[in-house]
């Protein structure tokens, strides 16, 4: 390996391991948020006053931080599946 390489692998290993670190201070309020939120979509079903676009946003917030929480981890899964944390030479 030459030095760049070295480098660069560095860097992406230190990426790796820091988002690693913070995967539960990312993933804690994304569940948070997300059953909040879809079970207020749920209780605003039962209200009548209560108008469409609003349930929809409700349900919209709770799916859109699943999907980021799941993203979150496709991108460690990636990083760490594709051979980038192992050791070449």
Known sequence: MTTKSRLLYGLVKALFFALLW?????HLPLQIL???SLLAFVVTWFMSPVELHTRLMLAGVGIGSIALAWG?????GVMAGNGLMLVRE
């Open 22 to 26: 913070l995967r539960p201070l990312v």
């Open 34 to 36: 997300s059953y909040v």
């Open 72 to 76: 979150y981890d496709s991108l460690l």
